[in-house]
């Protein structure tokens, strides 16, 4: 599973950088075409603002499998070994059940606004727009699962999750 999630990581880098990338075409020629020819795409802005709800998103994905997202870590050290256990636990079903909510909002939100067009792109918004944070949800679900699942079977234990963000904050 693992391996799984690391090749999903390595794809959604790829797409970051594929947003990046098309971000910055757009802007420029944007700005080019504003400055020099008095005229412009007019789904650049529009598409630029998507692409970015895009790549926040994902990026959180691929922070989240690094556990690189912000974390106070100082109670959890001070703990004795169960006590990490139960707040290893505790921390990952809250977590469950706040993507959970984030991922129900983003269908419902979806859902709703499926038939709106956007105005410059005419695409579906419910379809481009709130699809992220249904990708964000679903796949924040699996690693969170995932990590849990570890935890819950020893085959992780609390220090080997901090142990992880202190070696990404050496490097």
Known sequence: MAKIL???????????????????????????????????????????????????????????????????????????????????????LLMLYADWLLTLGSWKQAVLTFGDAAPASGISVGLFFYSSGLVFGVSAAIILAYDLFRVMTGAASGEDLIAVKESDEHT
């Not at 970051?16 to 650049?44: E, K, Q």
């Not at 691929?62 to 997202?69: C, E, G, K």
């Open 6 to 92: 690391d090749v999903y990581c390595e794809v959604l880098k790829a797409a970051i950088a594929l947003c990046l990338a098309t971000m910055v075409v757009l802007v420029f020629s944007n700005v080019v075409l504003r400055y020099v020819f008095n005229s412009g795409i007019a789904v650049s802005e529009e598409l630029s603002r998507w692409l970015l709800v895009w790549l926040t998103f994902l990026g959180a994905i691929i922070a989240l499998r690094q556990h690189a997202h912000l974390g106070v870590d100082t109670l959890v050290r001070a703990l004795p070994p169960r006590g990490r256990f139960a707040c290893f636990v505790i921390s990952y």
